[in-house]
Structure formats: structure tokens, C-alpha cells
């Protein structure tokens, strides 16, 4: 017992080599929070992180994941808005850049709807092996029986934890969460029959990014995406078939030389090809090689200009998108932002005229949306709303306060899911912020 107190003061208090004070702050903090669960010192270590000056982003991003986890459990709502605050600005400079792929600035400026995906942090997300050890597979594999079979896998794991907990068999466990599931999707399908009458959304073409990673993963040889670095893609809110879809791949020269003599991808011009097997919008589908292992996809008539911009050098990318993107922390594992007029043109353009009129009247003019996710031990959804009207804004956190706390009171599975959201404005009143966190247990229902 000695011994075993002894090495713990000896981990809190010998700082390795070179250790920065944000560094030693987090040791200290994950200490008191893991080894001798001490939440009001792990609070104070880690609140003095996000005091430091530092640019270690994913030591900040962490250490605000466990303030956040600490401050709910202590039901400290002051303590929880102020690190919801602060998620888009600690540990980072306001326009990071290494996360929006290069050859982005080469789309043309139409295209006002930006992702990417950081496949490689996913990968090796804890929280996402925790949901499962084979989750990263399941999310990127092209191969359906893989993932059929990763998901019954999966299913009956979970099925014998809660029959070993129940004292039922685990058929039982299995076979009562699958009526779960239906009765869920029974009453998910009555609540869209309830609001039938409803103006639906004008309809949309399939993105490139979502219509063609697997026909692509395939041409190159490759079962899925876990091997890719990066997936990004862009679009038109006006019209989803105006897309393009940037891959960072690893090896690429390799790949693309094999890909060549297999004739799944054919010669089109200098570091261009075109994908045999597939069209989009009934035109061929073209890829060009933008940087050193970066390619992007795109259909005929899009390509030709990203071709001459990237030999000129020329950038053509939506600047107010560049502006958003460049704000997302760049640790993000994932990241979705949106023009102006992105947000109000999908946000109201499935209403009615005289509604849409008067829910712009009444609500802060959106300058864009920045959705970020942030995968720890946790996973972090954070959302941030600039807004033109701070007095609206905070008129809106109040209403979506009272709507959440309504859906909450009258539905207790909602009450489940949405006792991780907090929404709260911006210090500077310039933005709505909303955080919502998932657990691995959440997370594996989420997915599987």
C-alpha cells in the first residue's frame, strides 16, 4: 500500500524533461481526476491549462473535455458556459490553416457548404475504440458484409453485458433491444406522418463526397477509407451535384500507378485520370493530383478551371468559407461550416414564404454555421452560430433553453439524450455556442 502511495506522489510531483507548465498542469489534473479521483483539484489543474499560453491545442482540448464532464457532474452551470465559451479560442490562433486541404483553394466559390474528415484521428480515437474495437472499421469499410458483420458483433457483445447484469439470457437482451429499435423507428415514422403537410425540401442530387468514396476506395485497390488520411468535400447548398471531394492519400503515387495498370483509372492528361467505372451527373468523373498526396474528385465540366487555377496558382476558394474554416480549432476530428447563405438558404428554404419572412424578422441573421467535433476519451460535438444581433441572440439561447427543457419534461428518452447539450452565447455576445458530449456508451448505441 505504501509503495503503491509512494509511486503515485512520485507521478504527481517528478515532471519529465522539458515539460511545459500547460503540461505539467493536465499531468497533475488527469492525476487527481483518474488516480486518486480528487475533482476539485483535478478542476483547478485544468482550469489553470486554458490559463497558459500555449499552442498544444489537443492538451487544451482535453483538459476542457474534462472540465466539462467535472462541471456537469458538479452541477456548476457558471463553470460550464464559461469553458463552452472559450472551446473555439484557447490553444489556438483564429485562423489556423493546416486543416483545410490545400488543394480547397482551388474550388470555385459557388461551392459554400465545406467538410473534412480527419480519418487518421478517428482511427485511434479512444472514445471510438471504447465503442468498439472494430468501430473505426465500421464506419469507413466499402465492404457491406464487413460491416454487417461487425454490426451483429457488436450488437450481441452488448447483449451479453446487459444479460450478464439483468440475470436474463443473452437472446433475451438481444431480441428485447431489437423491439426497442422497432418500436423507435414506429414512432419516428408517426411523427414524420404527423407533419406530412409540411412543404417538403426541394430535392437534392447525392454530393460527389457521399455518392463516390467507395466506388473510388475500390479503384484504388483499396477495401475502405481507414487507410486514408483525410476526406474533405465541398458543395453548393443550391445544388448538390455542384461538389468536389479532396483526398489525402497516403502512398498516393503507388496507388495511382497501380490503379493505371489494373485500367480502374484512365490516363486523362498529366497527373489526371478519370474513374472507368463510375459517372456522376451523367458526366465522367475526373481526379487530379493538386498536391504531393492529395487528389480531387470532381465531374467533367468542374474540373477544367480547378486544372487552370492550380497551374496558375490562382485561388478561387469562398473566402467568407475560408474565414469559417480557418476559425474550427485544428485538432478537430471532424468539422462542417456554412456560408450565410448556406445556413439561411437551407435553414428556411423548405418553408413557407410568409414563414420563412417572419422566422428572418424575428431571429438573428446567421453570418454562417461552424459545427467541430473533438474525440477524446469523450467525444465533443460544439457548434457556434456568429450572429449580427446580440440582443436576439440571446432571445434565441432562452428559447432554445425552454425547448429543450419542454422536450426533455415530456419525452424521457430525449431526456437521456439531451442531458449532455448546453447552449450558451458567446463571451463577446458575437455568436450562439451549443456543446454536446457523448460517451463510448452513448456513442456504441449511437452507432451500432
Known sequence: MLAVALASLTALTVAPAHETAAQRHHRKGVH??????????????????????????????????R???????????????????????????????????????????????????DIERLRDAPVLLAAGPRTPEYAFTCDDQVRADILMTQRWRRAERTAAAQGITPAQAYYAEMDERRARRERYAEQREDRREEPEARDQREPIFSALPCPLAKALGDDGMTGWRRISGAASHQDFGRSMMIVDLPDADAKLAAAQRRGTLEPAGEQRWTLASERYADQTVHILRVDLDQILVARADMVEPVVEAARKRRRRMNRELEKLARQVPRDSAFYFVMTRAA??????????????????????????????????????????????????????????????????????????????????????????LAAYLIDAAALEKLIY
Open 32 to 65: 487527481c481526476m483518474d488516480v486518486i479521483e480528487r475533482n476539485d483539484c483535478a478542476t483547478e489543474q485544468f482550469e489553470l491549462v486554458l490559463e497558459e499560453d500555449t499552442r498544444d491545442r489537443e492538451l487544451v482540448t482535453d483538459a476542457m473535455l
Open 343 to 432: 445556413v439561411a438558404g437551407m435553414g428556411f428554404g423548405g418553408m413557407r414564404r410568409g414563414a420563412a419572412t417572419m422566422l428572418q424578422a424575428l431571429l438573428p441573421k446567421p453570418k454562417g454555421l461552424q459545427v467541430a467535433v473533438a474525440a477524446a476519451d469523450v467525444a465533443g460535438v460544439f457548434t457556434r452560430v456568429p450572429t449580427d444581433n446580440p440582443v436576439k441572440g440571446r432571445m434565441l439561447v432562452s428559447l432554445a433553453r425552454t425547448m429543450v427543457e419542454g422536450q426533455t419534461s415530456d419525452d424521457p428518452e430525449a431526456a437521456a439524450w439531451l442531458e449532455n447539450l448546453d447552449i450558451a452565447e458567446a463571451g463577446d455576445r458575437k455568436a450562439l
Open 67 to 117: 472540465l466539462i464532464r467535472l462541471y456537469r457532474k458538479a452541477d456548476d452551470a457558471d463553470g460550464l458556459a464559461q469553458v463552452l465559451r472559450r472551446w473555439w479560442d484557447v490553444g489556438t490562433q483564429r485562423q489556423s490553416r493546416g486543416h483545410v486541404a490545400y488543394g480547397m483553394r482551388f474550388v470555385p466559390a459557388e461551392l459554400d457548404v465545406l467538410f473534412a474528415v
